[in-house]
């Protein structure tokens, strides 16, 4: 991690970052606890600059923004420790709801299973370390089972990642028992790429995370986050290629994913 | 980076910073209530703040009626996201505004707004401290603080805070607007905001 990130802290706090540093920064964030404690305080402190700015905003603001939450259902909260959900929920930098979705969008992750409305658009909220996430939730179209239905199109069902690795003309299914826990790996040569579903995943404590790994002859390679939801269901496109790998393994790792894995697999699915 | 942690800064959750007006609501009860569908305290929320985000997106945005269209953005998604408020993470005051500042800069720069950095220069790097659209009546106790505390900064780094928050403008571009070598306005920026901080208080 080079040590100049710690000096974007600032410029960081009050959005002068561009979109690439804004990335590296937040990758960084999620590892360093004084980064994250001083964003904390120096965006509050940048804030305090808003009195300087007050202004009145037009009558016609709050009848609009009073008419418009009428029409908007609020979030459910966050039930569990679900961070890939958490950080697309804490994702600051978003333009609201006419977002146009790309063909497959980012679904809620986890415990949502068929509503996807609400987690097509990305929510600013409050910076944090897991706001990185969102780009590898982002990357590896994290879907709930099911047929997507985006709020863009009312009548065509929209293939989740996952569903179109399922789908590849030669996809592979690979199903497994481990306890409680079935996982289903479907994977495509031709597309070279692999995705994971599970039901019974057991729930994570705070600050614990699934993570994937490709394993082959060279070791184990990341790839990417499971996310389950308070179901213990929950599936993903795993990052990177499949190319090279015998193996599909989850362990449980410390937020923010290690670089090997740190425990024990909790489940092995052997390609076939 | 140790060093910069304040010895004492790991406590609960804290006032919002500078404190709004003293006898604000609870921004964080409206917004838990706001989670339950209440619109009476979406009501309440939006009249207690809605000054302070319009004034801020209306700084950075500059054209009122885009202004209005970001602020009304940002209000939706505070409605829709209010269940995902973290009081231990920060104050709710301090969640409003980075919302609303992160969806003001990206509106920004997303719609070449050529027009605003034609004469956004001279504005923003010298009319912060005398306002010409502050209402007198609002010269509020905190932004007299807030002046103060200004003060204290160097010229470069209160240009280079300035510009960034308020102006909505990358380090790289501020570095260019006050002809400061590449890449150490990001320094300013953070020296100021420590700065600022140190002095004004501002609670972790």
Known sequence: MSPDLHHLSGAYSVDALDLDERTDF??????????????????????????????????????????????????????????????????????????????????????????????????????????????????????????????????????????????????????????????????????????????????????????????????????????????????????????????????VEPDGGSEQPTTQPVMVVKLA | MMDRMPAASSGPPTPAPGGAAAAAPDLAELLRRSARGDEHAFARLYDATSRRIYGLVLRIVRDPAMSEEVSQEVYLDVWRTSARFDATKGSALSWLMTIAHRAAVDRVRSSEASRRRDDAHAASTHDVAFDGTAEAAHISLESQRVRKALETLTEAQRSAVELAYLGGYTHTEVARLLDLPLGTAKTRIRDGLIRLRDTLGVPA
């Open chain 1, 26 to 251: 937040e990758h960084h964030l999620f590892v360093c606890a004084s980064c994250q404690a001083e964003v904390r305080e120096l965006s509050a402190t940048a804030h305090a600059l808003d009195s300087l700015v007050e202004h009145a905003p037009p009558a016609s603001l709050r009848a609009s923004v009073l008419a418009g939450i009428a029409q908007v259902r609020p979030l459910p909260p966050l039930v569990r420790d679900d961070v890939a959900e958490d950080a697309v929920a804490h994702h600051p930098g978003s333009t609201p709801p006419a977002t146009p979705a790309p063909e497959v969008g980012p679904a809620p992750v986890g415990g949502e299973a068929g509503a996807t409305t609400e987690g097509a658009t990305v929510i600013p909220l409050f910076r944090r370390a897991s706001t990185w996430l969102v780009a590898a939730a982002a990357a590896a179209v994290l879907a709930v089972g099911g047929v997507a239905w985006g709020p863009w199109s009312a009548d065509q069902p929209t293939l989740t990642a996952v569903q179109q690795v399922e789908q590849a003309a030669d996809a592979t299914t690979v199903t497994q028992h481990t306890g409680q826990t079935m996982a289903t790996l479907a994977y495509s040569r031709s597309r070279d790429q692999s995705a994971l579903t599970v039901t019974g995943m057991p729930s994570l404590e705070q600050g614990e995370v699934y993570q994937l790994w490709y394993i082959g002859a060279d070791g184990a390679r990341s790839a990417g986050f499971l996310s389950a939801g308070a179901d213990g269901n929950g599936s993903a496109v795993l990052e990177g290629s499949l190319t090279g790998a015998d193996q599909v393994g989850v362990t």
